[in-house]
Structures are given as structure tokens and as C-alpha cells.
């Protein structure tokens, strides 16, 4: 059974930086790409990040490029998502995600299987 729990998320203002941690139970952590998505109130869930099952790819959504980072420790069975300059439009629920087939990074929201419970971000301006 896969299991995904996020931290790290809160309030900062505009211009701030907060870092996310996904903890995985995954038998095989190393062979699972990994994202981060988020949803703001009102709206539908969009991609933010990905990175491939060894870390040596990573993805990002337009909106965040240059500002997020995403990075995994297989040895920790971690992912993270740095977010430095934060706008008040990334305020959302922030999810971490793992796709149903192994060896796959993905960009699509429809082929993560596994989702964790979502952290809280909000940015103040």
C-alpha cells in the first residue's frame, strides 16, 4: 500500500520561500517518479513539478520555472519542492503524487494514481 504525506506547507508573505516534504512508503521508492500538484480554491488541480525515479530529470509547470525546485533522496524515500520568490497566486493545496507505472515521469495529472492528503500554502501580499 502506498502512502504519501506532505509537510511544510503555511503563510508567508510575497517574496517569501517555504520548502514542501513528501514522506513515501513505497516499497520501491526508487523505481516511482514523483510530482507535486496543487489546487487553489475554485479551480482544477494543475501540475507543478516532477521528477524522474532516479532524479536526474525534472519538469515544471510554466507559472513556477525558475522559482520552484524539485529534488528527491531515494535513500529517504523523500520528495521536496522548494519554492522561493512566492507570489499570492501560488496560494493553494499542494499535493504530492506518485504515477501507477513505474519508470514513468508524467506530466498528467490523470495518470498519478497516488496522492497524498495535501498541505496548506498560502501567500500574503
Known amino acids: 500500500q502506498v502512502q504519501l504525506v506532505e509537510s511544510g506547507g503555511g503563510l508567508v508573505q510575497a517574496g517569501g520561500s517555504l520548502r514542501l516534504s513528501c514522506a513515501a512508503s513505497?516499497?520501491?521508492?526508487?523505481?516511482?517518479?514523483m510530482g507535486w500538484f496543487r489546487q487553489a480554491p475554485g479551480k482544477e488541480r494543475e501540475f507543478v513539478a516532477a521528477?524522474?525515479?532516479?532524479?536526474?530529470?525534472?519538469y515544471y509547470a510554466d507559472s513556477v520555472k525558475g522559482r520552484f525546485t524539485i529534488s528527491r533522496d531515494n535513500a529517504k524515500n523523500t520528495v521536496s519542492l522548494q519554492m522561493n520568490s512566492l507570489k499570492p497566486e501560488d496560494t493553494a493545496v499542494y499535493y504530492c503524487a506518485a504515477p501507477g507505472t513505474i519508470l514513468r515521469v508524467t506530466t498528467k495529472r490523470d495518470e498519478y494514481d497516488y496522492w497524498g492528503q495535501g498541505t496548506q500554502v498560502t501567500v500574503s501580499s
Open positions: 513505497i516499497r520501491t521508492f526508487s523505481n516511482y517518479a
Open positions: 521528477i524522474s525515479w532516479g532524479g536526474r530529470s525534472t
